[in-house]
Structures are given as structure tokens and as C-alpha cells.
């Protein structure tokens, strides 16, 4: 909740208007609560010109320069920082921890600027805030670029306190004292600790106060590489996600569903004898399919199976794999440059993948006549409000939804279908629930990266690229999860959008050609089928700059070039060429390989970051390929966690290994045939390289997004490695995607 000054007064604020300082359209409202001292950055009017780093309408690049600016109106409102009477300071922090590291990341730019322990800061994830409006939305390789400035200006502020504090306690002027290690010194050695100061600091008057981040150049812990702050809870057990918190009188539920996508219930035709079973509490027909609830998992499990039930038809039963290819085929527009010069094409086609995420969709509800209450692994909480009051009929402020640490997401906790469907059976059964998908329903009834073909045709002469086209065709992403909102708040100050469809929209400010290839022409045609989509780590990124990566070696082979060379001389910056270079460098680019064995590189640029992956793949087994070394280079800007940034950057190329080689989703009548990880062949650890190595570019500038960076230039890399291994033009992937399983009873 966001909390206003009890006094009603004017709150802190910085006098002083120098670049980085907390401005009066920026000032603090301060609640008195001793022992504690609480700051929430407020404002009294819309901050337009607040903040120099807000990118302005001519300036927009990307969707993260989108996202930000569409977050404005309410970034001044995003932080609460409280420093308790042991010194400790708790952020409750408007994102969600899913795996990437946010959590460490906003605690060392907090123990930063406060000169304090990391242990000795706490990050809460912060329950649903409608207030926030479009700004506590975790997406989009967004977080950091957007909390960057935020966080360390209320860390400035609360710092400024605690020393104003401190002087007046010991009539030293503030400029005079210094902080360390949570303790505010004095020139002649006096020492206060920062919890020994918190009421006082919180009655200071407005005038006092001046506050200001470090400058980035006297950081210490920010840029080096830092333990997760959760890592020891996370492999000792004692993180708690959704299904680990104690609800009273929740109880195990879970849902038998329908043979197809977005079937539903005609009849249970033994809705008795399941009632009968041992350990069932109760059953519900919902939307969705029908729920059993019971006294354990296991009981739950066996009341599922057991039931009977006719089913209505679903939106795509008949569709299967080759029609859907059939319909993206004929939704890509042929390129409409004819290919009178030197000229090089082809067609792509990608599979539907899942996220699979190690957590399946779960969520706990409480719901009462007049009240309910969530708890699930939310990246956009105040949309899983709004949709569960809408479910249950009930106002949005009598819902309350909190977000717990989740267990992977890559977009698919961007909906909040558990919470939604957890919120029904509650109603329905009139008692609180523990909501769990079957890794069975995650895989065939949860969302996936939609299929796609690519249709790319480039005509070039005398080693100039004249024209590059890319037309792709893709069933259509779901997007109402709160970056539609977003967006479309801010398209129509965006000079690319245009009257274009939302969809075209984030394609355009995703997608881009980092290479100087002449006149540049891409589009995307969505087609509309009634699936369970969703965006999936680097959207559209990951097939359609895996695609011209591919592209770009075939060219470069067509024009007698060597791939490293030939993307080093089209690249635009010297940026990009650097972290290409790097890589070339350190994976010895050109070594002398074994026959069936190969190297291939991909590049990549996205969100103010760029990246280049150079792989090593061994395909002497052909029914085994496998990438047995990497070497990757990426410049952020201003990396916060070196480690965390490597993590990413590593689960990018995992991903990228997966689905490029062996990944990927079957459609067959309506559903997918894929029920588990045994099916779903996602890179294990004997298919994952041994020697990976990772290289971060030395600080420049403000941060840039690397959630999804590492995704599209590992696909071209791995992709190429394996053309050149193989002597073939792979068109479409996952390469090897036979039916080698048995699929479980729809």
C-alpha cells in the first residue's frame, strides 16, 4: 500500500535542482512509525520534466524506451524503503523475482547508495498496486532500465536523512559527515548507526534535506559480480513459493481437462463414485474443465483420472501441425522486391514451444461473499486483479492480490489464468484453495511461443547489400497481460507506430536489422486461431533475427566472404563490431575443426544492449547434435550483476539450444501432443556445453535489458554451426522434431 504522509504536511525534498537530485515535482512523503523511518517516493503533479533520463518521444528506440515512458506518470510512486530500528532497510519492490536475479540487483543498488550491507537489505515483493496503473508490469527486458534511476534516487534520499539526522544530533554540518558500513561518521570519530537514527530522521523538515545519487564512477558493489541474495534459501528449500505458504484451511485442487484447447464440460457422467473417493472434499464444474478438491495431491491426482466426462468441442480441433504451416504460409506476403540483381532467399518455419517453467501454474484463492484474497507468481499483479474481480463479480478494491517468489516464467506469468481458475473453484466451493496444474496440463493447455514462417529475400551487388526483406506470417500472441496497455498508451507518440496494429506495433520496436543492408522492409502478419499463446523470451526476436542470422552467413558465403568478416563490415557501430570481435577472438574463430564438427556465430542487438554468441557443434552422431562450446560477449550499458547478467546470458543459450535442435510443440487435432519434460525435449545437462565462457564489456553509459538479449544470437549461432557441420541449409526448426513418444491418454 502506498503510504501518505500522516501529517498531511509537505514532504522531504532536494532545494537544489543539480542533474540526479530528488526534485520538488520528486519529494518524499515520510510515515512516522518508530522505530522505523519509511520514505515512498510521491509527487503533487505529473512529473513530464522531471527526470532527464525519461526517453522522449523522438527518441524512442525500442519497447523498453515504450514501457518507461508509459511507466512515468507513476514512477515516482514505485518504491518504499524502510529502515528499522536494527539498521536493517526493506524495500517493497513493484516486480516479480521469477528466476532473473531482480531481487539481488535492486539490493546492491540499494546497499550502494547507502553505504550498507548487502545482507542487511530485504527485498518484499509488493502485493497488487492499482495505483501504479501501467507500472508494475515485470517484462520486456525492462525491469532494470526502468527501477534504475527510481531506486537510487529514494536510496539518495533515505541516505540524505540519516545524515541530516545524525548532524543535527551532534551540530556537525551534514556535508561534513560520511557514511560506512550502516553508520553515519563524524570528522571527530562519533558514530551513530543508521537505526539509532530513524525517528529523528523522520521529523526533519523539508528545507533540510538534499539528496543526491553517487555518481557511478564511485561505485563499489555496483558492477562487480555478487551472490544471489536468495541463493542460499533457494537450494536449502527455504524459499517459498505459491504452494509452499500456509493458508489456513486451503486444501489441494487441481483440474481435469478438456481432450482439446478451450474445450468444455457437457456432462460428468460419474460425478458420484468420484465424490465417493477416498480423501475428496469436493468437485466444481468451471470454465475450464472440472475441479476436484481433496485432502492431499495424491488423492486429488486420482479423483481426476478417475472422472468421466463428455466434453464439448474446442476452437482448433481440427487443426493439426501441417494445416496450421499451411495457413502461415499462405498469410506471408511473397517479398515485393523482384529479384532482378544478385539475389539470395528463403522460407523458414518455427514450431509452437512451450515456457515450461520448472513451477507449472499454481496459485492459492481465498474467496469470500464480499472479499478474496490471491496468492500466485504474478509479472503483472494489478491485471490479475482486475481479471479475478471480474470473475467473481466483485469490486477490484475488495480483491487483494500478493505476489510470491515463482519458479521460472519466461513469459508465462505474465497471465494469470491460475489465479483466475483458483479464484473460481473457491467460489465454488466456498473454501480457500491450493491450485496446481499437472505438468501434463502446463505442457498442453498453457501458453506457448506461437509458430511462425519467414519468408526473407535480399538482393545484393558488387558486395553491397541493396535491399533486405523479411515478411513473417504468425499465429497470433496474446497480449492482454498489461504490456498492450503499455504500448498502447504511448502509441501515438511514437513516430513507428503510426496506424499500425498493436501487434505490428511491439514487432517493429522489437525487431530490427543491426546491419547496414540498403532498403530494409519487414512486417508481420498475425493469424487470429483461438490457442493459448503468449510472449515467449524475446518475443518475435528469437525466429526473426535467428532467421536473418542464418541469412547473413549464407550471404556472406554467396559474396565470398568468411562470416565473422562479413558482419563486421556491415555492422553499424563500433559497439557492435567490439562484442564481435570478442567473441571471434576469444573462441578462435577459423580454428581447424574435425570433420562433422563446426563453428557458427550469431549477433545480436536489442533494448540498448548487444550480444554475439559463437558456438562449437559436434554432429558426428547425427541423431545426437550437440553444441560442445560457447563463447559469448554482450555490453549492457551498465551491467548492476555481472553474475546474474551471465546467468541470463547462459539460460538464453540453453533456450537457444533447445528449441533450435530438438524443442518444440506438435499440434495434432486441436492439442499438443508434448505432456512432459520426457516429451518436451528441452536440453538436459549431457546437451549442454561443458565449456562455455562469458564476457561482459566494460561499463558505458545507463543500463540496457538482458533478460532476452541472449536468446536470438545463440538460434543464428547454433543454426550456422550446423549448416556448416553438415553441409546442409536447415529451413525449419527444431531440427530434429520427430514423435519419438508415446503421448499420454488426451
Known amino acids: 500500500m502506498f503510504r501518505k504522509d500522516p501529517m498531511g504536511g509537505p514532504a522531504p525534498s532536494s532545494t537544489q535542482h543539480e542533474e540526479g537530485a530528488v526534485d520538488r515535482r520528486r519529494f518524499l512523503t515520510v510515515l512516522v512509525a518508530a522505530p522505523t523511518l519509511t520514505l515512498a517516493l510521491g509527487a503533487t503533479t505529473a512529473p513530464a520534466d522531471a527526470d532527464s533520463s525519461v526517453p522522449q518521444p523522438a527518441d524512442i528506440l525500442d519497447a523498453g524506451d515504450a514501457l518507461i515512458l508509459a511507466g512515468t506518470p507513476t514512477a515516482h510512486l514505485m518504491l518504499v524503503l524502510e529502515v528499522t530500528e536494527s539498521g536493517e532497510v526493506q524495500v517493497e519492490l513493484p516486480r516479480a523475482e521469477v528466476g532473473q536475479g531482480i531481487t539481488t540487483a535492486v539490493a546492491m543498488l540499494v546497499a550502494e547508495e547507502l553505504d550498507l550491507p548487502l545482507r542487511k537489505v530485504r527485498i518484499r515483493l509488493a502485493d497488487a498496486r492499482p495505483e501504479l496503473l501501467l507500472n508494475q508490469l515485470t517484462g520486456g527486458s525492462n525491469s532494470i532500465r526502468s527501477l534504475y534511476d527510481p531506486v537510487r534516487k529514494a536510496a539518495a534520499a533515505v541516505r540524505a536523512r540519516l545524515v541530516a539526522a545524525a548532524g543535527e544530533l551532534w551540530d556537525v554540518p551534514a556535508g561534513r559527515l560520511v557514511t560506512r558500513n550502516g553508520v553515519v561518521v563524524s570528522p571527530d570519530g562519533r558514530r551513530a548507526a543508521y537505526g539509532s537514527l530513524t525517528t529523528r530522521a523522520a521529523k526533519l523538515p523539508l528545507s533540510r534535506i538534499t539528496a543526491r545519487p553517487k555518481p557511478e564512477s564511485e561505485h563499489k558493489l555496483v558492477g562487480t559480480a555478487t551472490s544471489r541474495v536468495d541463493a542460499r534459501a533457494m537450494v536449502t528449500g527455504q524459499l517459498r513459493y505459491a504452494l509452499d505458504l500456509d493458508v489456513p484451511g486451503a486444501k489441494p485442487a487441481m483440474v481435469r481437462r478438456p481432450p482439446t484447447i478451450n474445450g468444455t464440460v457437457r456432462s460428468v457422467r460419474n460425478e458420484a463414485a468420484v465424490r465417493r473417493m477416498p480423501g475428496v472434499i469436493d468437485l466444481a464444474v468451471i470454465p475450464t474443465g472440472v475441479a476436484i478438491m481433496g485432502e492431499t495431491f495424491g488423492q486429488v491426482v486420482d479423483a481426476v483420472e478417475a472422472l468421466d466426462v463428455t466434453w464439448n468441442a474446442g476452437t482448433i480441433d481440427a487443426l493439426s501441425d501441417a494445416d496450421i504451416r499451411k495457413r502461415l504460409r499462405a498469410a506471408a506476403p511473397p517479398p515485393a522486391v523482384p529479384p532482378l540483381t544478385d539475389h539470395i532467399e528463403a522460407e523458414f518455419d518455427f514450431a509452437f514451444v512451450s515456457h515450461a517453467p520448472l513451477e507449472t501454474n499454481c496459485a492459492i484463492a481465498d474467496v469470500r461473499k464480499d472479499r478474496a484474497e490471491i496468492w500466485a507468481g504474478l509479472k503483472s499483479p494489478v491485471l490479475a486483479q482486475q481479471d479475478v474481480a471480474a470473475a467473481l463479480g466483485l469490486p477490484e478494491r475488495q480483491v487483494t492480490v500478493h505476489v510470491t517468489q515463482s519458479g521460472g516464467s519466461f513469459g508465462r506469468k505474465l497471465f494469470p489464468d491460475a489465479a483466475v481458475e483458483a479464484a473460481r473453484i473457491s467460489k465454488a466451493m466456498g473454501r480457500p484453495v491450493k491450485l496446481m496444474w499437472s505438468r501434463k496440463d502446463d505442457m498442453r493447455h498453457g501458453r506457448a511461443r506461437p509458430a511462425s514462417h519467414h519468408k526473407i529475400r535480399v538482393t545484393h551487388t558488387r558486395g553491397k547489400v541493396l535491399t533486405y526483406e523479411h515478411r513473417v506470417a504468425a499465429v497470433e500472441t496474446d497480449f492482454r497481460h498489461g504490456v498492450g496497455e503499455f504500448l498502447t ?44 499463446t503468449a510472449s515467449w523470451r524475446s518475443v518475435w526476436s528469437a525466429n526473426t533475427r535467428g532467421a536473418e542470422e542464418i541469412i547473413v552467413d549464407e550471404l556472406a558465403r554467396k559474396m565470398g566472404k568468411d562470416p565473422v568478416a562479413f558482419r563486421r563490415e556491415f555492422l553499424k557501430t563500433a559497439r557492435q563490431r567490439a562484442v564481435l570481435d570478442k567473441v571471434a577472438k576469444e573462441g578462435n574463430w577459423g580454428r581447424d575443426m574435425p570433420a562433422g564438427c563446426a563453428q557458427g556465430v550469431g549477433f545480436h542487438d536489442e533494448y540498448k544492449s548487444c550480444t554475439a554468441c559463437l558456438v562449437e557443434i559436434d554432429v558426428r552422431n547425427p541423431n545426437r547434435p550437440r553444441v560442445v562450446k560457447a563463447v559469448i560477449a554482450a555490453d549492457v550499458g551498465r551491467p548492476i550483476n555481472p553474475s546474474g547478467l551471465e546467468a541470463q546470458l547462459l539460460g538464453g543459450l540453453t533456450d537457444a539450444i533447445s528449441t533450435t535442435l530438438r524443442a518444440g510443440l506438435h499440434i495434432d487435432k486441436g492439442l499438443p501432443l508434448e505432456g512432459s519434460y520426457s516429451q518436451f525435449r528441452y536440453a538436459r545437462q549431457q546437451d549442454s556445453p561443458t565449456d562455455v565462457r562469458i564476457f561482459i564489456m566494460p561499463a558505458n553509459g545507463e543500463p540496457g535489458g538482458a533478460g532476452e538479449l541472449g536468446v536470438p544470437a545463440a538460434v543464428g549461432a547454433i543454426a550456422n554451426a550446423y549448416a556448416r557441420a553438415t553441409g546442409t541449409k536447415p529451413r525449419s526448426f527444431p531440427i530434429d522434431f520427430e514423435v519419438d513418444f508415446t503421448p499420454f491418454p488426451r
Open 489 to 532: 498508451a504511448t502509441a501515438t507518440r511514437l513516430p513507428v507506430a503510426g496506424n499500425m496494429t498493436f501487434a505490428a506495433t511491439v514487432f517493429h520496436l522489437t525487431v530490427k536489422v543491426p546491419y547496414r543492408f540498403g532498403v530494409v522492409t519487414e512486417s508481420l502478419n498475425e493469424v487470429p486461431l483461438k490457442m493459448h
